[in-house]
């Protein structure tokens, strides 16, 4: 008899781990569209709030590894220090100076496409040494470097263009997490 009430409780698992994974799939849906919700209205308050916070996890770490060193000063070498060190000072100024670092990744991104498109011009150039066309290539190639110069110039505004895009990506997650709970 036990062999026959086998495949029932087999069910009864499955209809459970199945309710289970609908509940994950609408919390973490839920999640994601509070997060893009955030992220889309205030793109430059997070990534400055994130940037903040992860600068004060760093500067406790590095506290934490300073006082790891401390205690253990014959045990420990060189670098637990310089490395308790550079947590705490890096922290200490991601934490204090959220902006300056936003803003200086953001440069460095305009930099990356900036020579990108001096690659793509020196690239078109080389192509219509031999002959080929290569207008269409040029034109795109000094639209990058123009918009590699344009994110260098303003870097708070493509923070809140790539934390709103972020954001939007967050909250079409949420619902299609939610819309594929409900349709298992």
């Known amino acids: 008899t036990k062999a026959c009430y086998a495949p029932l409780s087999k069910v009864a698992s499955m209809k459970n781990s199945l309710q289970r994974t609908k509940t994950t799939m609408v919390l973490t849906g839920i999640a994601s569209l509070v997060i893009g919700f955030f992220l889309f209205s205030n793109p430059t308050g997070v990534a400055l709030f994130a940037t903040s916070l992860f ?29 308790g060190l ?25 930099v990356f496409i900036l020579f990108t498109g001096i690659g793509d011009l020196v690239e078109a150039r080389a192509v219509a040494a031999l002959g080929a066309p290569t207008a269409a290539a040029t ?35 949420g619902v299609t997490e939610i819309v594929a709970a409900f349709k298992k």
């Open 86 to 110: 550079i947590e705490l000072v890096f922290g200490a100024i991601l934490w204090t100076w959220p902006a300056m670092f936003v803003s200086w990744l953001v440069v460095l991104i305009g």
């Open 139 to 173: 034109l795109m190639a000094v639209l990058t470097i123009v918009f590699g110069f344009v994110v260098m110039g303003a870097p708070f505004a493509f923070v809140g263009v790539m934390f709103a895009i972020a954001g939007c990506g967050l909250v079409f997650n």
């Open 55 to 83: 600068g004060g996890v760093l500067a406790i770490a590095g506290v934490m590894t300073l006082i790891g060193y401390a205690r253990a000063r014959d045990q420990a070498s060189q670098a637990d220090l310089l490395i």
